[in-house]
């Protein structure tokens, strides 16, 4: 073979090598980016962390929420969902609910979220309130938060169920949802479970469990209710309203045991004690 050919050749095998070292190393390059990038929203958490809690610095949610709000800007799923819930609750800076609304979203659409999170989306689709309303989305993201015990989400999902809004009408979910908010605290939830019970939607009529409802969520300052109450009980037995208002009490006694929702913040990390350091024994 001619020795310029040879030296094609060589030359040939010699730019397929680099082009194929290059094709190489891109996802290796792209690996140590991401790791970098990573790298970066870990630290900016940690210092948010420390600017949250106090930690050997005093309080300081308006540092915190800048520096949880730039690891959020990098794509980390946490930094965006407590970033959300920061400026929807007004920590470190006056209550946002859009900005609140987007940084929840985003961090819900990679999997990052809480009961009261995925409430707040879906009802802000529901109300049509910062984001154009949606019935479909209320539902898909009320469900979520309704399966994981939201109050607030389950009168929410309810309220769509009644009233036949971003999918069929299913009165019994609906009543099943008010009773489990009811039985949560909610007044509004207990009024509306009271009169389902006492109309017979959803279920077979039943005065008791209706007058039983509605005079807890009177209880609670619901005027409404204690109306309902009121003209419930001129259509019932003294039987029904000796069974009512037995069923009433117990039911105090149920909802007094619920608790609070948790706020949207910054969960504690899980670490081992650092052992304390010994005093140092005087020299002799």
């Known amino acids: 073979m001619p020795l310029r050919h040879r ?11 680099g082009i194929l070292t ?18 970066i929203a ?7 962390y420390r600017a949250y809690y106090g930690v050997d610095q005093p309080v300081n949610y308006a540092r915190a929420l800048h520096l949880y709000r730039q690891a959020a800007e990098r794509g980390d799923a946490e930094a965006q969902f407590i970033t959300g819930g920061m400026l929807y609750q007004g920590q470190g800076i006056d209550p946002d609910k859009r900005g609140g609304f987007k940084w929840l979203l985003m961090a819900a659409e990679q999997g990052k979220v809480s009961p009261e999170s995925l409430a707040i989306v879906g009802a802000m689709y529901l109300r049509g309130s910062v984001v154009p309303q949606n019935y479909l989305e209320a539902r898909k993201w009320l469900a979520k938060a309704a399966a994981q015990g939201n109050v607030a989400a389950m009168n929410d999902l309810a309220y769509l169920y009644y009233n036949e809004l971003g999918g069929e009408r299913d009165y019994k979910k609906a009543l099943e949802l008010y009773e489990k908010a009811a ?9 509306n479970t009271g009169m389902m019970y006492a109309s017979g939607i959803g279920a077979g009529i039943d005065r008791a469990k209706g007058y039983a409802w509605y005079s807890l969520a009177a209880s609670r300052g619901n005027t409404t209710a204690a109306i309902n109450r009121n003209s419930l009980m001129t259509n019932m037995s003294w039987e029904e309203l000796n069974r009512a208002q037995a069923l009433s009490l117990e039911l105090y006694r149920q909802v007094e045991k619920m608790t609070e929702p948790k706020p949207i913040a910054p969960e504690p990390p899980t670490q081992p004690q650092l052992a304390q350091p010994q005093p140092t024994q ?3």
Do not use: N, S, W
């Open 7 to 17: 030296r094609a050749i060589i030359r040939t095998v010699f730019q397929l090598a």
């Open 22 to 39: 290059f094709f190489c190393f891109l996802p290796l390059a792209g690996l140590c980016g991401a790791q970098a990038e990573d790298e």
């Open 42 to 48: 870990q630290r900016l958490k940690g210092q948010a």
């Open 183 to 191: 039985l949560r605290g909610d007044a509004m939830a207990q009024a």
């Open 282 to 284: 005087p020299h002799k």
